[in-house]
């Protein structure tokens, strides 16, 4: 089975603040691939970040950092100096297959407030 | 072009109405997706298609018919629906193979009242 799971339902910080949204996954595919997708108050799912199964280099683009570890199937993902545009709700996402087709898998959720 | 174009934007529809939503994209994706979305849940999937063939579809029930006319448009035909189904409707392409992102559309509101 393949799961995604988010413990933080909600998190607040002041803006400049540094925030790190924690992912953790389950799957039995050898092969896989993680997303971060932000989604604004209008609705439409952005995409942020991937990263496949087969590497583990992490990598910062911009104010966004990424923590892969497959040993303890993490993906957690860190704003750096946090603004007050990032707040939304962010989703992991983990793509597996079904009888060979593949599928995105979301995460519950977290929502970031980031206050002025 | 990188946009994946739904409407409309918001619907209203009557429980005996038939109603369908429209979903376009021009980025040569074969892959596309309807996703239902109710209020502070993640995206649940629905339907997959690949290669215009119906590939997933997750025990949706049947008041909900999909349809992808070619490799470029995806609809969903609406039909005897109840007030439980008013969420957001969320449409998404990618290459077949999930080795890269989905793109998603902006949504359809749909209140069933």
């Known amino acids: 089975a393949q799961k995604v799971t988010q413990a933080q339902t909600e998190i607040s910080v002041v803006e400049k603040e540094d925030v790190t949204l924690d992912c953790v996954y389950e799957?039995?595919?050898?092969?896989?691939?993680l997303f971060w997708y932000k989604q604004p108050p209008s609705g439409e799912l952005v995409f942020l970040i991937r990263?496949?199964?087969?590497?583990?280099q992490n990598e910062i683009s911009g104010r966004y950092s990424w923590n892969f570890q497959k040993s303890t199937s993490s993906f957690n993902f860190t704003i750096t100096a946090s603004q007050v545009v990032d707040s939304a709700v962010y989703f992991c996402?983990?793509?597996?297959?079904?009888?060979?087709?593949?599928?995105?898998?979301f995460g519950t959720g977290t929502r970031l407030k980031v206050l002025a | 072009d990188t946009e994946v174009t739904q409407t409309p934007k918001h619907l209203v529809m009557g429980m005996t109405n038939k109603k369908s939503l429209k979903c376009e994209q021009h980025m040569g994706h074969r892959a596309m997706y309807w996703y239902k979305q109710k209020a502070k849940k993640p995206p649940e999937l629905m339907f997959v298609?690949?290669?215009?063939?119906?590939?997933i579809n997750e025990s949706v029930p049947s008041r909900f018919s999909p349809e992808c006319p070619n490799s470029s448009l995806l609809n969903l035909h609406l039909h005897a629906l109840q007030p439980e189904d008013s969420a957001l409707y969320l449409c998404a392409s990618s290459p077949p193979g999930g080795w890269t992102e989905a793109f998603f559309g902006q949504g359809t509101r749909l209140t069933v009242v």
């Open positions: 990263r496949n199964s087969f590497d583990e």
């Open positions: 298609y690949s290669y215009e063939k119906l590939s």
């Open positions: 996402a983990l793509s597996g297959t079904t009888s060979g087709t593949y599928k995105y898998i």
């Open positions: 799957t039995r595919d050898t092969t896989y691939y």
